[in-house]
């Protein structure tokens, strides 16, 4: 069989899954679009404070509303000048296809930390100017800055949100260490995180005894620990759908998985399966797979065929 053969059975086949999902017949009213998630572009930066000279990477999402600020913090192997290595850590395409895929409006960076720096100390002020720069310039929402971070970077969102209660809207440090940290000041700001239990590096019971220290102080948490996850995987895994919509479902600028279709105000719910007709419990984080919408008046959904790359 020819290319264009083989090209033909697959969206004939396509066609007849999204008829099977819906439970739709051939004269059912439904739309049909494509969309393909493109990489992210980042432009390069820099910021001196201090006399500390911190390069950074940003990118603007394009979505709806006044731009979100979103910060990621990477992991300790990442410190550098480069500007470069930073942007290898799974969490930054991660978090930018989340964006993109939920259509948020979004100032993305990137920071990457000097060699013989860590995200603590006198990085905390460097990081705050570099927040500052972007809040004072009114480039974005103030009422809606996010910050992440795996590893090192998770400690070092933990630092942040003890270094500058009230400051960010929500928070999601991975695989971090929130010992040295105020849970009186951490507690201001919503948190998830998560912990792996075969992690060797960070302590699954000293982030669980903080977290309980922000709930007996009504702070709003979400903490997940995953079965034999090692540190490197806990680094890589955590950001799935669900979390980070519960991270961005608090803020002006919110997700939710209730309204996946920016703009759209008549869906009432929405269902992911596999190209093969498979329920997910939420999108991939690559390849090919088909979302539908059902509307509040009970009417045909709105069904997608999303890539992400």
Known sequence: MNNNGKISRFWMSLVGILFCVSGCKADDDF????????????????????????????????????????????????????NEIQMSEAGVDSIANYLESRQIEAIYLVPQCPSDKSWGGPMLGVLKSLIDK????????????????GSMGGTGT?????????????????????????????ASTPVCTVMGTSDRIMSVETTSDFINELNARNGITKFEVEDEWTHEMTCIQSYTTHRLDWVFSHGSNPSGIENPMAGN????????????GRILSEPPSKGLYIIRCVNKDGSGGVHRLMMVK
């Open 31 to 82: 739309t049909f679009e494509t969309d393909k998630i493109t990489p992210v572009e980042f432009e390069t930066g820099k910021i001196v404070s201090d006399g500390i000279e911190m390069p950074y990477r940003v990118a603007h999402i394009n979505g709806t509303g006044k731009p979100s600020l979103v910060i990621y913090l990477h992991g300790g192997s990442s410190k550098g000048n480069d």
């Open 134 to 149: 972007y809040v004072g310039d009114g480039i974005v929402d103030e009422n809606s800055l996010y910050i992440l971070g």
């Open 158 to 186: 933990w630092s942040m949100l003890s270094a500058y209660p009230g400051l960010f809207t929500a928070a999601m440090p991975v695989a971090g260490n929130p010992s040295k940290c105020d849970a009186d000041k951490v």
């Open 265 to 276: 105000n008549f869906i009432k719910s929405v269902q992911y399966y596999s190209i093969d």
